[in-house]
């Protein structure tokens, strides 16, 4: 190993030798180090990261974490994974030793997430909390840390929102009659009616669409990153499905489709991004008095329109694309109807002469009782 000056340049360099993983022997070499402790910080944490121990800090694990999931998760997840870690979790733990995080500092930082001014979402909190975690029992598996101090926190964020946010079919009325846009209207259709993602929608094509048998076919999803537009497969295997349509549904879209100049049948029928649906959709709802939904809460309410129709379950499930009916029923079982009463109420109408005599008792039993 060594750390020398570069006389021309003014600056340091280190210089080292290394074994990798894998028993291939390598040399690293890094310039433009303004000082010569500098250097040497980076030396030492270099030679922690390649040696895996704990000395090392949490900004080479986070480097060593990071190229690890490069090959393991999808490009748009991954650049989610760097934003949080990046912006809220490297700012307060980077030049840590990971053996020294303690529960108490893990605390701290919450507690600072809690108090900040935007005003985060249960929901977020919980993601971020979950990926601090995620790090740290990589470290645990694969650097020799003895524990992970993010459970000793106890629960951070909440896995739902406390409230689901929908729009009945009167109110998704009043606001579509406020949105001009063709573009944008038939966008919020198609998300009322057929309950699918906005990724989802926005990497449609007209070839996805079968108007003779009423069917959309759902196989892929847009993605904004890096100011591109990337698709990917579905969100999860269960995803890709093809909804059922009303009539209505595609006639507005052939129309919509016929009045575009040069359009392709395989080219996504929508030229915009999540956040303008976003805007439009506030503008839509300041307009016509109804109260203000995020875009991705349109799923919601086409689930909550086919529970009030009475269908089952299953039958959500499978036109959400849900991966198995447990998450439909975490997520709306508390929209379907008590029906215990109406239950018993069955039962005594169908059994009551059978136990004429038993209940004849219990009902004299209860008077006197009276």
Same mark, same amino acid.
């Given at each position: 190993?060594?750390?020398?000056?570069?006389?021309?340049?003014?600056?340091?360099?280190?210089?080292?030798?290394?074994?990798?993983?894998?028993?291939?022997?390598?040399?690293?070499?890094? !310039?433009?180090?303004?000082?010569?402790?500098?250097?040497?910080?980076y030396e030492r944490e270099f030679l922690s990261s390649v040696s895996g121990t704990t000395d090392m800090s949490f900004k080479?694990?986070?480097?060593?974490?990071?190229?690890?999931?490069?090959?393991?998760?999808?490009?748009?997840?991954?650049?989610?994974?760097?934003?949080?870690?990046?912006?809220?979790?490297?700012?307060?733990?980077?030049?840590?030793?990971?053996?020294d995080i303690t529960p108490m500092m893990i605390r701290r930082w919450q507690n600072q997430l809690l108090a900040d001014p935007?005003?985060?979402?249960?929901?977020?909190?919980?993601?971020?909390?979950?990926?601090?975690?995620?790090?740290?029992?990589?470290?645990?598996?694969?650097?020799?840390? @003895?524990?992970?101090?993010? $459970?000793?926190?106890?629960?951070?964020?909440?896995?739902?929102?406390?409230?689901?946010?929908?729009?009945?079919?009167?109110?998704?009325?009043?606001?579509?009659?406020?949105?001009?846009? $063709?573009?944008?209207?038939?966008?919020? !259709?198609?998300?009322?009616?057929?309950?699918?993602?906005?990724?989802?929608?926005?990497?449609?094509?007209?070839?996805?669409?079968?108007?003779?048998?009423?069917?959309?076919?759902?196989?892929?999803?847009?993605?904004?990153?890096?100011?591109?537009?990337?698709?990917? $497969?579905?969100?999860?295997?269960?995803?890709?499905?093809?909804?059922?349509?009303?009539?209505?549904?595609?006639?507005?879209?052939?129309?919509?489709?016929?009045?575009?100049?040069?359009?392709? $049948?395989?080219?996504?029928?929508?030229?915009?991004?999540?956040?303008?649906?976003?805007?439009?959709?506030?503008?839509?709802?300041?307009?016509?008095?109804?109260?203000?939904?995020?875009?991705?809460?349109?799923?919601h309410s086409h689930a909550s329109l086919l529970i009030e129709m009475g269908y089952s379950p299953l039958l959500v499930s !499978?036109?959400?694309?849900?991966?198995?009916?447990?998450?439909?029923?975490?997520?709306?079982?508390?929209?379907? @109807?008590?029906?215990?009463?109406?239950?018993?109420?069955?039962?005594?109408?169908?059994?009551?002469?059978?136990?004429?005599?038993?209940?004849?008792?219990?009902?004299?039993?209860? !008077?006197?009782?009276?």
């Amino acid at each position: 190993m060594s750390v020398g000056k570069n006389k021309k340049r003014g600056t340091w360099y280190m210089s080292v030798r290394y074994t990798d993983w894998d028993g291939t022997r390598r040399q690293k070499k890094k !310039e433009g180090f303004k000082t010569r402790r500098e250097a040497q910080e980076y030396e030492r944490e270099f030679l922690s990261s390649v040696s895996g121990t704990t000395d090392m800090s949490f900004k080479a694990l986070y480097e060593l974490y990071i190229k690890d999931c490069e090959t393991r998760l999808r490009s748009t997840t991954l650049e989610t994974k760097r934003w949080m870690f990046e912006s809220k979790i490297l700012p307060t733990f980077e030049d840590i030793p990971i053996k020294d995080i303690t529960p108490m500092m893990i605390r701290r930082w919450q507690n600072q997430l809690l108090a900040d001014p935007a005003g985060y979402s249960q929901t977020y909190l919980k993601t971020v909390n979950n990926q601090m975690s995620a790090i740290l029992n990589y470290a645990v598996k694969f650097y020799g840390l @003895p524990k992970n101090p993010v $459970p000793l926190c106890g629960s951070f964020g909440k896995k739902k929102a406390d409230e689901m946010q929908f729009w009945t079919k009167d109110e998704f009325r009043l606001f579509i009659e406020q949105v001009k846009k $063709p573009a944008a209207k038939l966008a919020f !259709e198609m998300l009322f009616w057929t309950g699918m993602r906005s990724g989802e929608l926005l990497a449609l094509t007209l070839n996805d669409v079968d108007f003779a048998a009423s069917r959309i076919s759902i196989t892929k999803t847009a993605t904004q990153l890096h100011g591109e537009t990337i698709i990917n $497969p579905p969100k999860t295997p269960r995803s890709n499905r093809t909804v059922a349509v009303p009539r209505f549904l595609l006639a507005l879209i052939r129309d919509y489709t016929d009045r575009l100049m040069d359009y392709e $049948p395989d080219e996504p029928m929508f030229y915009f991004t999540k956040h303008y649906l976003k805007r439009e959709l506030d503008k839509g709802a300041a307009a016509a008095g109804v109260k203000r939904i995020r875009v991705h809460d349109l799923r919601h309410s086409h689930a909550s329109l086919l529970i009030e129709m009475g269908y089952s379950p299953l039958l959500v499930s !499978e036109r959400l694309g849900h991966e198995n009916i447990q998450t439909t029923l975490q997520t709306y079982s508390h929209l379907y @109807p008590d029906k215990q009463g109406e239950v018993v109420s069955r039962l005594e109408d169908d059994e009551s002469e059978n136990y004429a005599g038993v209940l004849s008792d219990f009902e004299k039993k209860i !008077e006197n009782a009276e």
